[in-house]
């Protein structure tokens, strides 16, 4: 079932070390835990800098979607610089990570998979008048990062995202996304061969 989540009906949560705060968009199985869930998608506040959580057996990709430039030290081997230049990184949960804020918060956008049960694909889309997403997976969710608002539309359905809300995919296989300026996240979650 397509499903319109809409931000201003989320909660935010305070990171446990104060550094900032997560937004839960949506996790499966429904009322799964940081600690049981397959895959999590939220929107995080960066407020100061510190380490990250640490999530065995987790793939994340984590998008910039505003504010200033955090550098990322990731296992203390290579250090991301996250900005509107290089806005997307991904790394294994289990790896140590340490954010350094350069200046201003910072909002991102997170995805994270448990690697035995399913993976995730993220894009990226500026669309411009109008886009067609043809589906790629099972289950998409679209996140409006930036613009005033997005009309999703298929054969069957209409719904208007405002900035920061999500719509979640699943039955039809192509879809028009409308507006004059706006920057998309396509989430495409796929269950591994043995899961499905």
Known sequence: MTTLIQYASLNPTPWKNGGGCTTEIMASPPGATLNDFDWRISLATIAQSGPFSVFPG??????????????LDVGNERKVALSEREPVVAFPGEVPVNATVDGDPTTDFNVMTRRERCSHQLE??????FSVLERRSALTVLFLAEGESLTVYSSRERMVLVRYDAVVLDREETWTL?????????????????DE
Do not use: K, Q, Y
């Open 58 to 71: 987790i793939d994340r990709t984590l998008t910039l979607v505003d504010g200033g430039n955090v550098v």
């Open 124 to 129: 990226r889309r500026v669309v411009r008048d």
């Open 178 to 194: 409308e507006a004059p300026s706006a920057t998309v996240f396509i989430v495409d979650i796929m269950p591994n061969e043995e």
